[in-house]
């Protein structure tokens, strides 16, 4: 009778399904941190390498009135939240992805990458 309690109030120990840890699955797990990790590459992603995306590199921003708007003529300097010499704020599909200082590139406007912005370094 004894053996029948015990077993009555023990859990069940379902065994995980064949080939599944649980740990490969836990958020900040190590995703691939199996041996075929190091046999993994950049020729991985080429399903993806002709997605395209749109790249913006914001120079600053400008709040104004739709009369303030209407009073803009050629030649108006419309001043910018910025100040020079500042990092310039770099987008992928308006996702802010790094900040960069702009260059000149054989007569036309580029930008160099100084910093990357990773998940949650973005102060709101």
Known sequence: MDDENEDAGAPAEAAPPAGLELNEFEPGGEMGADENADDKSATDLSPVFDVPVNISAVLGRASMSVAQL???????????????GEAIDIYVNNRLVARGEVVIVDERLG???TEIIKDGDVAA
């Open 70 to 84: 209407l009073q803009l003529n050629s030649g108006s300097v419309l001043e910018l939240d910025r100040k020079v």
């Open 111 to 113: 930008v160099t990458m």
